[in-house]
């Protein structure tokens, strides 16, 4: 037996204005897109935009729906839609905001773990990492070069 250690790199950005001028943009459209979420019962919007190669920029949101499980988390939203309108782009970067109706959200939230093994799916497809930078709605924001380092040890279609 031996112990295997996996570790992640993460490059920590201590505020909006500390971004790249092209990422802030992608991230404001994140945020707008957080506007428009609809999320009634967890009261916690999310917004995601997504760079393609072929310079289209995809934003999503949450959709909550009353048969709670049914909904759509905004990486989800975005990334099918990217698949469905731009089936041969590939994805390049990907930002994320979300913030809460009850509190303000300060701390970087990455995506939940559904919507990692969505993002996962796709770079192993294209077999090109995503760049994703995520935030609350303020503060830090958080850039991992690839979905890699939030999901270790993923599952992909190798395995089938």
Same mark, same amino acid.
């Given at each position: 037996?031996?112990?295997?250690?996996?570790? +992640?790199?993460?490059t920590?950005?201590?505020?909006?204005n500390?971004?790249?001028?092209?990422?802030?943009?992608?991230?404001?459209?994140?945020?707008?897109?957080?506007?428009?979420? &609809?999320?009634? &019962?967890?009261? *916690? +919007?999310? /917004?995601?935009?997504?760079?393609?190669?072929?310079?289209?920029?995809?934003?999503?949101?949450?959709?909550?729906?009353? =048969?709670?499980? =049914?909904?759509?988390?905004?990486?989800?939203?975005?990334?099918? &839609?990217? /698949?469905s309108?731009?089936?041969?782009?590939?994805?390049?970067?990907?930002?994320?905001?979300?913030? =809460?109706?009850?509190?303000?959200?300060?701390?970087?939230?990455?995506?939940?773990?559904?919507?990692?093994?969505?993002?996962?799916? &796709?770079? @192993?497809?294209?077999?090109?990492?995503?760049?994703?930078? *995520?935030?609350?709605?303020?503060?830090? @924001? @958080?850039?991992?070069a690839?979905?890699?380092?939030?999901?270790?040890? /993923?599952?992909?279609? =190798? *395995?089938?």
């Amino acid at each position: 037996m031996k112990d295997v250690k996996i570790e +992640s790199t993460l490059t920590v950005f201590e505020d909006f204005n500390e971004l790249p001028e092209a990422i802030k943009d992608l991230l404001q459209k994140a945020i707008d897109a957080r506007k428009n979420a &609809y999320a009634p &019962y967890s009261k *916690f +919007s999310v /917004g995601a935009a997504i760079l393609l190669d072929n310079q289209q920029v995809v934003t999503g949101n949450n959709q909550e729906n009353a =048969s709670y499980p =049914s909904g759509l988390c905004a990486e989800r939203t975005a990334i099918y &839609y990217a /698949g469905s309108q731009f089936p041969e782009a590939k994805i390049l970067k990907m930002a994320l905001t979300a913030g =809460s109706r009850e509190h303000q959200t300060i701390t970087p939230i990455p995506p939940c773990g559904a919507c990692r093994q969505a993002i996962a799916e &796709y770079e @192993v497809k294209q077999d090109t990492p995503i760049e994703i930078y *995520f935030m609350g709605e303020t503060g830090k @924001v @958080v850039k991992s070069a690839s979905l890699a380092n939030l999901l270790p040890l /993923g599952f992909d279609r =190798s *395995f089938l």
